[in-house]
T-cell receptor, first 110, second 114 residues
Framework: GQQLNQSPQSMFIQEGEDVSMNCTSSSIFNTWLWYKQDPGEGPVLLIA?????ELTSNGRLTAQFGITRKDSFLNISASIPSDVGIYFCAGQLGGNQFYFGTGTSLTVIP | GAGVSQTPSNKVTEKGKYVELRCDPI?????LYWYRQSLGQGPEFLIY????????DSGLPNDRFFAVRPEGSVSTLKIQRTERGDSAVYLC????????????FGPGTRLTVL
């Protein structure tokens, strides 16, 4: 299957700090998605990106679809304790197959 | 409203046994997906249903895995002759069917093969 490289693998930050994580692929994707997964739960969609270069915000979250269509980043501003969890990027080539990254584990220290 | 539900939440079985995992999608969602998530990994696509038919089963790892959705709603993932390597969380997601529509995930079934 497709390989999505997500970095960093884990992050430990102080409450109030900003966070940035990214995802790269060797393949060109039509859609990039960012999900958050809490323990014992399924992933929840945070932001969806449909066009190369698109920059989209959702509250304190901002994500961009890279111009080359092979990468995307997610920023979280002013982190709070409930931001703790695992963040996944996912790409859609076409059709209905979605490929997920390996995740970034975020820990927010109060 | 009710989200995607999956049963059982946990399943422990012995190597070689047969298991069935159930997914109840959100009412009215025509598209249904199964994923497998191993520890420390992201979800891995297994199969996609549009209505009653499996539109894409290219992610099923081998012929021990099979899934059905006979009435276009509830789906069952069936694993024959389970192996220890099948141990993972199996996630189900549903959507309204448009390619750009959000997939809503269930909490998953944690399968442990001893």
């Amino acid at each position: 299957g497709q390989q999505l490289n997500q970095s960093p693998q884990s992050m430990f930050i102080q409450e109030g700090e900003d966070v940035s994580m990214n995802c790269t692929s060797s393949s060109i994707f039509n859609t990039w998605l960012w999900y958050k997964q809490d323990p014992g739960e399924g992933p929840v969609l945070l932001i969806a990106l449909y066009k190369a270069g698109e920059l989209t915000s959702n509250g304190r979250l901002t994500a961009q679809f890279g111009i080359t269509r092979k990468d995307s980043f997610l920023n979280i501003s002013a982190s709070i304790p409930s931001d703790v969890g695992i963040y996944f990027c996912a790409g859609q080539l076409g059709g209905n197959q979605f490929y997920f990254g390996t995740g970034t584990s975020l820990t927010v220290i109060p | 409203g009710a989200g995607v539900s999956q049963t059982p939440s946990n399943k422990v079985t012995e190597k070689g046994k047969y298991v069935e995992l159930r997914c109840d999608p959100i009412s009215g969602h025509t598209a249904l997906y199964w994923y497998r998530q191993s520890l420390g990994q992201g979800p891995e696509f297994l199969i996609y249903f549009q209505g009653t038919g499996a539109a894409d089963d290219s992610g099923l790892p081998n012929d021990r895995f099979f899934a059905v959705r006979p009435e276009g709603s509830v789906s069952t993932l069936k694993i024959q002759r389970t192996e220890r390597g099948d141990s993972a969380v199996y996630l189900c997601a549903s959507s309204t069917g448009h390619p750009y529509n959000e997939q809503f995930f269930g909490p998953g079934t944690r399968l442990t093969v001893l």
